[in-house]
Each structure stands twice: as C-alpha cells, then as structure tokens.
C-alpha cells in the first residue's frame, strides 16, 4: 500500500523559512519522479517542483530562487526547503509520487504552511 506522508509545515512569518518532508512507503521511492504541489483556499491545486529519479529539478516560476527540492533515497525521502517565505506562498502542500510511464501518482494528506505579512 502506497503512502506518502508530508510533515514540517506550519506558521512562519514573511521572509522566514521552512523546510517540508515527505516520508514515502510502498513504493520504489528511487524510480518515483517526487513533485510538491500546493493549494492556497478558493485556488486550483498548483504544480510547484519536481525532482527526477536522477536527481533532475525543476520549479515554478513562482518559487525558482527561493525553494530548493532534494531527495534521499536512503530514507525515502523528498525534501522542500523553503527561504524567503511570501505571503502567497500559503497553502496546502502536497507530496506527489509518480513511477516511470505511469499518470497521475500517489498523493499525501498534504501540510499546511501559512506566511504572515
């Protein structure tokens, strides 16, 4: 049974940082294309990074600069590292894992950030 569970988020004023993990299960986590995505209230569920299974990333152009996605497959972990916290960066975040050719993936719980201003 696949599972994925994110921790790390909470309340952290404007300019701070945050560091989010996601603990996989279930899965071979080191074949697994690892994302977080991040819904803020009365918004869609937004892509904002992605790490490939050789260690590729990529990033929304909200948050290239400021967030930073990492991965360790000795604990089947993927990693946000969040710096220079905006106001809009509060959300939701979720943990996405998704294996070679598959769609769609395996979603966490998901883990709330909020940023005061």
């Known amino acids: 049974q696949v599972q994925l569970v994110e921790s790390g988020g909470g309340l952290v004023q404007a300019g701070g940082s945050l560091r989010l993990s996601c603990a996989a299960s279930?899965?071979?986590?080191?074949?697994?294309?690892m994302a977080w995505y991040r819904q803020a209230p009365g918004k869609q569920r937004e892509w904002v990074a992605a790490i490939t299974a050789i260690g590729g990333t990529n990033y929304a152009d909200s948050v290239k600069g400021r967030f930073t996605i990492s991965r360790d497959n000795a604990k089947n972990t993927v990693y946000l590292q969040m710096n220079s916290l905006k106001a809009e960066d509060t959300a939701v975040y979720y943990c996405?894992?998704?294996?070679?050719?598959?769609?769609?993936?395996?979603w966490g719980q998901g883990t709330q950030v909020t940023v005061s201003s």
């Open positions: 279930g899965i071979i986590f080191r074949i697994n294309t």
């Open positions: 996405n894992g998704r294996a070679p050719g598959s769609s769609g993936g395996s």
